[in-house]
C-alpha cells in the first residue's frame, strides 16, 4: 500500500517535527512519536533508521517545505524577507528545530545537501539580480543572504509585528539599495 506508507510516513514527520521541536533531540522520546503518528516504533525506525536521522529527515522536510512555501524572490528582496518572517511567525517551530541542531549537534543539518542547495539557489539569485542591477552588487551575495535571512529571523514575538515587518522591509531595501 503505497499511499498508507506515504501517508504514515508524513504522520510520523509531522509527530517528529512537534516533537523535536518542544525537546530537542536529546529530549525527544520516539515512543511519543510513536503515540501522535499512530505509528509503532518499529515502522519510524524501519522508514527512518535512528532517532538523529529522524531528526535529519524532520530537518530536511523544514527546508523543502520552507523553501516551498516562499520561495526567494531576488526581485523583491524586502518582500520575500518579509514573507519569510511571516513564515516563521505562523510556524515557530521552524526557527526551533534550527536552534535545536545548532544546540546538539553544531549545525550539523545546516550542512545537509537539502539546505547547501537551497542556500546556493537563493545566493544565485541575488547574485543574478545583482548582475542585473536591481540589488547594490557591494556585498558578496553570500553575505547579503546572510544579513538579510537573520532579519526574518529576528523579533518573532514583538508586540508590534505591522511595525516589525515595516522595518525589516525597510532595512534589506537600504541593504540592497543604499543611494
Known sequence: MPGDAAATRRRILDAAIAEFAAFGIAGARVDRIAAAS?????????????????????????????????????????????????????????????????????????????????????????????????????????TLLTLILDLSRSALDTPDPAAHRRAIKTAVQRIINPD
Not at 553544531?106 to 539580480?129: L, N, P, Y
Not at 548582475?131 to 556585498?139: E, I, K, M, N
Open 38 to 142: 499512530g505509528a509503532n516504533k518499529a515502522m519510524i525506525y524501519k522508514y527512518f533508521g535512528n532517532k538523529d536521522q529522524l531528526f535529519d529527515a524532520v530537518f530536511d522536510t523544514i527546508v523543502v517545505q520552507t523553501t516551498n512555501d516562499v520561495p526567494v524572490d531576488a526581485d523583491d528582496l524586502p518582500g520575500y524577507i518579509a514573507r519569510l518572517w511571516d513564515e516563521f511567525r505562523a510556524h515557530p517551530e521552524l526557527l526551533r528545530l534550527q536552534r535545536w541542531d545548532a544546540l546538539e549537534r553544531d549545525g550539523h543539518g545546516m550542512s545537509a545537501d537539502v539546505v547547501r542547495k537551497a542556500d546556493a539557489e537563493k545566493t544565485e539569485a541575488i547574485a543574478d539580480a545583482q548582475r542585473r542591477g536591481l540589488v547594490d552588487a557591494t556585498l558578496p551575495p553570500r
